[in-house]
């Protein structure tokens, strides 16, 4: 594939840039935007700490249909609040091409959750569409599955496609929710020219092991990072065992700033 790529994306602070010859690009907040105050809170706080965009759920995919949905258009005026109270860029997932055209409204980035990989309508649309898109790998994907789901965006129009490694299925999940694959980065740099993030929450699902992991997808060769921060976890409405605190996520982004890759 040659040359790396490089994906801009408009902020109101800026145009951010993902890619292998850019700083490392963080990207912060809460699984699900819970209300106004916690994700203007968060954001100040993510700001503060070096992330360049603020990510939060407004329509969730949950495993179950009597878990929290998202909050829906309301969580995305939450999300506009907060972007222009920082000038941080959004990613936000979109579940449903119905929806699309409203969070392209607010999203800066758009999010493919991994559970959509493979809705190759929904790729379709977002692939005819000028925002940059997140595809996040499905949780069973094979790495050719991955691109070729990333494909379906490029081959519709969309040149700004960034890869997600999230954490796949293996045997064991009595001490981390999924299997981080780790090794993926190389291996993308070798067969794709796109962006590689890694998102450490979810592909570990412990707070404890997201500080570690974020470390070593850097040394690994990692573009950015993805991960879940939440002021108070405990009480979080999705994904609190995995998220860091504030305080936590601004003392990860110090001890980051020594590992590799310039931020
Ligand atoms: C998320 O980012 O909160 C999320 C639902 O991620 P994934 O699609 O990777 O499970
Ligand atoms: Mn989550």
Redesign the pocket.
């Known amino acids: 594939h040659g040359e790396a790529s490089e994906v801009p994306v408009s902020t109101p602070n800026g145009t951010v840039y993902f890619g292998l010859h850019h700083p490392l690009v963080v990207v912060a907040g809460p699984?699900?935007v819970e209300n106004e105050e916690m994700i203007v809170e968060t954001a100040k706080r993510v700001k503060a700490a070096g992330a360049q965009f603020l990510?939060g759920?407004a329509y969730?995919?949950r495993t179950s249909p009597y878990a929290f949905q998202g909050h829906g258009e309301s969580a995305l005026e939450f999300l506009a609040a907060a972007r222009e109270e920082t000038g941080l860029g959004i990613i936000t997932?979109v579940m449903d091409t119905a929806d699309l055209e409203t969070i392209a409204k607010v999203a800066d980035v758009l999010?493919i959750?991994?559970?959509?990989m493979q809705n190759f309508s929904l790729l379709k649309k977002v692939g005819a569409q000028e925002k940059p898109v997140l595809l996040?790998?499905g949780?069973s994907a094979t790495v050719e599955d991955w691109l070729m789901a990333a494909e379906y965006v490029l081959a519709a129009g969309n040149p700004n496609v960034i890869l997600?490694e999230?954490?796949i299925r293996t045997f064991d999940r009595q001490y981390t929710r999924n299997t981080l694959d780790l090794a993926v980065v190389p291996v993308l740099r070798r067969l794709t020219h796109l962006p590689i993030m890694i998102?450490p929450s979810?592909g570990t699902g412990w707070a404890t092991y997201v500080p570690d992991t974020a470390k070593a997808a850097i040394a690994i060769g990692t573009d950015s990072l993805?991960i879940?921060v939440h002021p108070n976890p405990a009480k979080a409405l999705?994904?609190g065992p995995q998220s860091l605190t504030p305080d936590r996520f601004d003392s990860l982004m110090q001890e980051l700033s020594v590992v590799g890759k310039a931020m």
């Open positions: 699984c699900s990510r759920g969730k995919p997932e999010q959750g991994a559970r959509n996040k790998r949780m997600c999230r954490g998102d979810h993805m879940e999705s994904d």
